[in-house]
C-alpha cells in the first residue's frame, strides 16, 4: 500500500484524480479502482475508494492500493484557507461528481 499524508490539492481530469502533495503528484484511475472493487468484492460496483471521515482518509483500490490521509497543515491552512476537513469533502464530491462511489467506514 501507498501512503500519501496530506496532499495540498487535487484536480480531475477525465476520471482520474491528481493529488498533489509537495513537489509530487500522483494519479488514481476511478476506472481502474472501480474495476479492482468489484474484483475484490465480487460484485458489480462503481465504488472506487473506502473513506473515513473520523480519521480523514481515503483507500483507493488502485493497485498498489493507495491511502490518502489528510492532515491540517497550519500555514497552509491560513495561506489558502482550506482545512484538512474541506479536502476531504471536495475530494468525496468530486468522485461522486464523476460517477463513482466510496464507501463509508465511519
Not at 491528481?18 to 476506472?31: A, D, M, P, R, V
Not at 483507500?59 to 492500493?65: A, E, G, L, N
Request: proline share 2%; hydrophobic share 40%; glycine share 0%.
Amino acid at each position: 500500500m501507498i501512503n500519501v499524508f496530506s496532499p495540498r490539492s487535487f484536480e480531475i481530469n477525465n476520471d482520474c484524480i491528481i493529488l498533489h502533495s509537495k513537489n509530487k503528484k500522483l494519479l488514481i484511475s476511478l476506472k481502474e479502482c472501480a474495476q479492482n472493487y468489484s474484483i475484490e468484492n465480487k460484485t458489480n460496483s462503481l465504488c472506487v475508494a473506502t473513506r473515513d471521515i473520523t480519521s480523514l482518509s481515503f483507500i483507493f483500490y488502485s493497485k498498489p492500493k493507495i491511502k490518502v490521509v489528510l492532515r491540517d497543515n497550519l500555514l497552509w491552512h491560513l495561506f489558502k484557507r482550506q482545512s484538512a476537513v474541506r479536502l476531504f469533502l471536495d475530494l468525496e464530491r468530486a468522485i461522486i461528481e464523476l460517477g463513482y462511489t466510496s464507501f463509508d467506514l465511519s
